[in-house]
């Protein structure tokens, strides 16, 4: 069921709800958090179809803001809140509001999204575009445990990690880091199989890769190992290879979906390891809403100290190195907008 407001109000969007639950009868409020969704007309589309599907594991009511900037300074003027309430199939699991903001409302979405935040429930603010600077000084960062940036539609991603470095509060999390976590978990069991000592580690994968770099600070903040950076045509990861004095432990994907297992006197094995969709990243990120202290330390070790063990990029890997740049940054310019 869809219920569309034109220059409404907060209060109308709340009356709006309780009268769509009426309507299909399902008047109780089964909804365990909030998720604020900050995104343009652009994305808006991808970035509720992904909520949607997280939403059948967190059943949620999701406020959708899309910040409508005009050109025209007489418009600009204008202050106009329009909403569209869905609820039933229409919202998947839980309720969906999408707050389209014009003029001045935009520098006050904060006063717009509080009076429907569910009571005595939790808040997650994602942004699926143009995050701002500080997450947590933006008014809509106040009034959420969690922030969900996206490091990876970003301009630079690098430098945007180092700005996400220099403003972390407990709290903050990124869905760069959310797409290694399959990562972690198999490369953390690798080890677990053997007594060795690691000496030193190489992560190859695409240029301007927030999740490569993620990847390769975390393995040398946990090992204290120097960690070389390689490029690789892709897509996303493709390697990390552990040297260690029993012999070479090295976990191999090409194709973004089957990866293999190589470990010193055993066996390859091939192993699932699938790059995953928006949807299953921020499933994962509503499951804990305490801070998360990994990706705190990790973000804290420096990706300077890691690009600066970055000295083996061979002469053959500079064609895989300018393939990946201009697709990736064309991929990032589009995601940005």
């Known amino acids: 069921m869809k219920i569309d407001l034109t220059d409404t109000t907060s209060s109308k969007i709340n009356k709006a709800l309780v009268e769509g639950r ?10 365990v958090l909030t998720l604020v969704l900050v995104t343009d007309e652009e994305n808006a589309y991808d970035a509720l179809k992904a909520a949607n599907e997280a939403s059948r594991e967190h059943p949620s009511r999701k406020l959708v803001v899309v910040k409508r900037f005009s050109r025209s300074a007489r418009d600009r003027s204008k202050a106009r809140l329009d909403a569209e309430v869905r609820v039933g199939v229409e919202a998947g699991t839980g309720e969906t509001v999408v707050l389209r903001l014009y003029g001045e409302v935009i520098e006050h979405a904060q ?14 603010v994602w942004w699926a575009a ?3 600077d500080n997450p947590t000084k933006d008014p809509l960062g106040t009034l959420a445990q969690r922030r969900v940036t996206d490091t990876y539609a970003a ?25 290694i ?22 992560v190859e994968g695409e240029e301007l890769n927030a999740s490569c770099e993620l990847l390769g600070m975390w393995l040398a903040e946990r090992l204290h190992v120097p960690v070389t950076r390689a490029v690789s ?23 973004g979906s089957l990866a293999t297992l190589s470990i010193e006197g055993q066996p390859d094995r091939a192993v699932a390891l699938n790059r995953r969709e928006t949807s299953e990243l921020i499933a994962e990120e509503l ?31 500079q064609p895989a190195k300018k393939a990946a740049s201009t697709r990736t940054a064309a991929a990032k310019k589009a995601a940005s907008k």
């Open 130 to 132: 143009n995050a701002p």
């Open 287 to 317: 499951r804990r809403l305490d801070p998360d202290d990994t990706y705190a330390s990790t973000l804290r070790f420096g990706v300077d100290r890691l690009a600066a063990a970055d000295s083996e990029k061979s002469d053959t890997a």
């Open 155 to 179: 301009e630079n991603p690098i430098e945007e990690l180092k700005a996400r470095a220099a403003v972390y509060t407990p709290g903050d999390t990124d869905l760069a880091w959310s797409r």
């Open 111 to 124: 006063s717009v999204v509080l009076p429907l935040l569910l009571p005595d429930a939790p808040v997650v």
């Open 22 to 31: 009426r309507a299909i009868g399902t008047p109780a409020v089964g909804m």
């Open 181 to 202: 976590t399959p990562w972690r978990s198999m490369l953390a069991a690798a080890l677990d199989q053997v007594d060795c000592k690691v000496t030193a580690v190489r």
């Open 233 to 255: 045509s892709g897509p996303g990861l493709t390697s990390v290879r552990m040297e260690t004095d029993c012999g070479p432990i090295e976990l191999r994907r090409s194709d």
